[in-house]
């Protein structure tokens, strides 16, 4: 994580720091004492920190304030993933210790390593361009899409994940899943929203042969070396992490992968249209190139993971309105949300 991305803890989010020390002590090397304790400012679900001591750094994970999802923001989860599939895929961050005792910090909650990158969001950074050098732009498009392609490719028995989720029904538990939490946060009608869930719901295709997925995969979930935007040193936000259908993945960044005649939503955590990047179709083109995998109907993993991103905006937006968070930033999301309904509308085939 880009030290840019470093806040001073908000206030209705900061830690105990006296009953994390008194817990992390002799539990992590070098988490002797009190650590300054910042926070990572990009996110907008999960809270997520730095815990800097003399002689090392660690970054604490916690589920976001207020009422979330059955299912949804699983530290237990994240922490199983991470605790054994930095073995088999190096982009994975190793965690180190698991807390699911309330009393600490107030929620459950896991600490893993830092690494150490370049989280690439909204638009490309100077250290790259600038959006301006369109080899740094292809690198990066590039990353996103190949990584994507080596998490596909690991086996789960190999760091002893074959047992994680269900891929049985997968896809038909996800619509059941994210239709519930679209009326479960739904502040006004949108009937838009609703007839594109049903097209979703109508239409569930056979999946393919599972592999590990991410979940929630975007540029914005991983940090690339600081000299290379073409390497990926760290892959983020693993709560989400499962077995299914490698397609789900690949609809989930391809629905914020904006083409140049497309009005985005007003979150857009990748810069998609700048020169050199990567159209949507030469994305899912190499994907397949890479994988082997059949991307002929891909349109309904484009259109549902459009409409599923709108329902995770709706989410945070549910959230600040119901005054569960004071981020600010979370004030728009609703109009996020209202724009990326309609793009999955107009993203389904005649």
Not at 198 to 215: D, E, F, G, K, Y
Not at 235 to 255: E, I, K, N, Q
Request: proline residues 7%.
């Amino acid at each position: 994580m880009d030290a840019p991305d470093l806040i001073d803890v908000r206030s209705d989010e900061r830690l105990d720091v006296d009953r994390l020390s008194e817990f992390l002590t002799g539990r992590l090397e070098g988490a002797d004492g009190s650590p300054n304790v910042r926070q990572f400012a990009g996110g907008h679900a999960n809270l997520t920190y730095l815990l800097s001591y003399p002689d090392a750094e660690y970054v604490l994970r916690r589920p976001p304030l207020g009422p979330i999802a059955p299912g949804s923001h699983d530290m237990a989860r994240e922490y199983r993933v991470l605790s054994q599939l930095w073995q088999a895929f190096p982009p994975a961050p190793r965690a180190h210790v698991l807390c699911d005792e309330v009393s600490v910090i107030g929620a459950p909650f896991f600490v893993m390593e830092r690494r150490d990158g370049v989280v690439v969001r909204n638009g490309v950074p100077e250290r790259f361009g600038g959006g301006r050098d369109e080899l740094a732009n292809r690198r990066l498009s590039e990353v996103v899409i190949d990584t994507l392609g080596d998490l596909h490719a690991v086996d789960p028995a190999s760091c002893g994940l074959d047992d994680l989720g269900r891929p049985d029904g997968f896809l038909e538990r996800q619509v059941a899943g994210w239709m519930e939490r679209w009326h479960g946060s739904r502040h006004e009608d949108n009937p838009t929203a609703d007839r594109v869930g049903a097209w979703v719901a109508r239409r569930i295709p056979t999946s393919q042969a599972p592999t590990l997925l991410h979940n929630d995969w975007r540029l914005d979930n991983m940090a690339v070396d600081f000299n290379d935007p073409g390497r990926c040193v760290a892959v983020y936000d693993w709560d989400m992490c499962t077995r299914g259908d490698p397609l789900a993945d690949v609809g989930t960044v391809l629905s914020v992968w904006y083409a140049a005649d497309e009005v985005p939503a007003s979150l857009n955590p990748m810069p998609t249209t700048v020169p050199g990047f990567m159209t949507r179709a030469e994305a899912l083109e190499r994907y397949g190139e890479r994988t082997g995998r059949d991307i002929s109907g891909f349109d309904w993993y484009l259109v549902f993971g459009t409409w599923k991103v709108a329902v995770v905006l709706q989410q945070i937006f549910i959230r600040w309105l119901r005054g569960q968070t004071k981020d600010e930033r979370f004030a728009r999301m609703g109009e996020g949300a209202a724009r990326l309904f309609e793009l999955a509308a107009e993203r389904m085939p005649a």
